[in-house]
């Protein structure tokens, strides 16, 4: 059975280094939406990865680029409104099971809300909270360094951290590994 992984980069209003991570009150936009399905095997047979226009935000941060290495420029060339990008995700999930590192969800809900668009997808598995299933501290851990869990194979990613392509890889690996030896 297939499964599609997924994460999202966002930005808020006051984001920056010493801010921390947002609270659901926040503004949270939606800049990157990436899934990858995946077989039963771990193996990737599919990508999505799509930039959105944040809804309420004309210029990235400073801190949001440094973060992702998502530039004003990608987003000015490549970046869809946040609609056409869900739609094209909702397509793309078809009714696989949809795993996520924490609340991407809730972002997504969020996003819609801003547009006045229903979501239209069922609620994703989250993967944080299930690492304690394996005596994994969760808060050591991002989807983006969650392949870091086999640390046996000292396998090593290409990629960026915070890019949610790269992110949504690190998962299915990190997942997959947790799994194999459960």
Not at 94 to 115: A, S
Request: hydrophobic fraction near 35%; proline fraction near 4%.
């Amino acid at each position: 059975m297939s499964r599609i992984f997924l994460d999202l980069e966002y930005l808020y209003p006051g984001m920056t280094k010493k801010s921390g991570r947002p609270t659901g009150r926040q503004r949270r936009q939606v800049v990157q939406i990436a899934a990858i399905r995946v077989d039963s095997k771990g193996k990737e047979i599919d990508k999505f990865d799509m930039l959105t226009i944040p809804t309420y935000t004309e210029e990235l941060p400073a801190f949001f680029t440094e973060l992702t290495g998502i530039t004003q420029r990608d987003v000015d060339r490549k970046a869809v409104p946040f609609e056409d990008g869900l739609s094209k995700l909702k397509n793309f999930c078809k009714g696989t099971p949809v795993w996520t590192f924490d609340k991407d969800y809730e972002v997504l809900e969020q996003n819609c809300k801003y547009i006045k668009v229903k979501l239209g997808l069922k609620k994703f598995e989250r993967v944080k909270p299930r690492l304690k299933n394996w005596d994994v501290e969760a808060s050591e851990y991002s989807s983006g360094t969650l392949y870091k869990v086999d640390k046996v194979a000292k396998v090593r990613m290409r990629g960026h951290v915070h890019n949610a392509l790269h992110d949504v890889r690190s998962m299915s690996r990190g997942l997959h590994f947790l799994e194999a030896i459960a």
